[in-house]
């Protein structure tokens, strides 16, 4: 993995010689396999060197791996966390109901990064009449049921294949710190949304109390991420591309105890003791619900009808 020239800021453009160092570089390329670029695997603690900008409050790389590198990447990533998607999408529904109850329209939605598409069919029982995802991984697609690769798009997110101004909803779910321009993706969804439509994301907050004491062996310390947000990064990125009613806040995830366990920095050997016994005393399953640092921050386009509500 090779690093491109250095960048600014990629939400507010401030130069990167501004920037106070975050993380030195922590890369092992020996350690790198097919789920380096999975979702929801299991915590690897590898990072680019990562800047924090002083206007805001961006942690970013600064180097960052070239775009066709991290298309080949995510392409050819490996998915074995069906049941943890599962999850997620449950999680992201009940999230984002507020949002729902507030548009003119449940008419057509978009979801980037979609992996196996779960969390369109939920949008479906909804009420949205047309659904569409798009998805870089092969492996995530192929691991989706025929009526949902129906849905998805593979490749890596291009406006250019959608009509502007089709779009009642555009969801981004942990995504936005993997790509290497998260402004012009947070822009062109604003291109594709119709008046009053809504953007909503889901991304980590660096600075939430679980990540801060973690530190470097917090899971979002991770080759994934080329970016890390906060509070004031993302109504930064909101404001500055033009969407109105900006609203962040943070949310509880629901997952099961091994999953959980999988996310702890403890040693390999231990987290499979523990896997054994939750297992054997058929905890491993058990579903639990935690506010882990995750937040969830939704923009509306200018425009729409007068009762449309944020």
Known sequence: MQHSASRACPV?????????????????????????????????FMCHRLVQCPTCDLVYADQPPGADELAQ???????????????????YIRAIR??????????RALEIGTGTGV??????????????????????IAAAPPHRQAWIRAGMFDPADFEPESFDLICCFMTMEHV????????AALRLLRPGGAFVTVTHDYHAPVNRLLGRRSPIIDIEHLQLFSSDSLRYLFDGVGY????VRAFRNRYSLR???????????LKRACDAVM????????????????????GRKPGGAAGDRA
């Open 12 to 44: 507010c453009g401030t130069p990167a010689a501004r920037a106070r160092l975050f993380l030195e570089e922590n890369l092992d390329r020996s350690r790198l396999s097919e789920f380096s670029f999975a979702s929801r695997k299991v915590p690897e």
């Open 73 to 91: 990447a995510y392409h050819t990533a490996s998915y074995d966390s069906s049941e943890e998607a599962n999850d997620a999408a449950a999680a």
């Open 98 to 107: 507020p949002v729902l109850d507030g548009l003119g329209s449940r008419g």
């Open 119 to 140: 969390f369109l069919e939920h949008l479906q029982g909804e009420g949205f009449r047309d659904v569409v995802g798009v998805e870089p991984s092969a492996a995530a």
């Open 180 to 187: 290497r321009d998260p402004a012009a993706v947070a822009r």
């Open 244 to 247: 109105e009613r900006f609203r």
């Open 259 to 269: 999953y959980w366990m999988r996310l702890t920095p403890v040693p390999a050997a």
């Open 279 to 298: 297992r054997s005393s058929g905890l491993a399953q058990m579903k639990l619900a935690a506010n882990v640092g995750n937040l969830i921050a939704v």
